[in-house]
């Protein structure tokens, strides 16, 4: 049985670890239309280093702030609230922005 790494690209990227004999075996077993194998035979040491990318549907717009907006439905949070909240949920969150878009991420402790 071989580990493989898979980023799964939907509406948010999406990072599995996944065991299969083959990649044909994920396709066959994993209803995915869109999906890009990083690599196979995955040591367990890079696994423990893996990011666990951090959901943003908790965040919500401040309504004593003057910079989100909370009077139409597009519900936009600014990055000073945005990042209070997540690291009021996720002390040791880290923001990435050397992707696009820019990322909340923790390291995952597994």
């Known amino acids: 049985m071989k580990t493989f790494k898979i980023i799964r690209i939907d509406k948010v990227k999406e990072i599995q ?16 239309d869109d999906y890009e194998v990083l690599s196979s035979e995955i040591e367990i040491e890079e696994v423990k280093k893996m990011k666990e990318y951090i959901d943003l549907d908790f965040v919500k717009p401040n309504k004593n702030c003057n910079s989100c907006d909370n009077i139409t439905d597009n519900d936009f949070v600014c990055f000073p609230c ?14 990435d922005a050397d992707v696009i878009p820019p990322e909340w991420y923790i390291e995952s402790e597994e």
Do not use: P
């Open 82 to 95: 945005e990042d209070f909240q997540v690291r009021q949920k996720y002390s040791k969150a880290i923001y």
């Open 17 to 32: 670890i996944v065991k299969a004999e083959n990649e044909d075996e994920i396709i066959l077993s994993h209803n995915w």
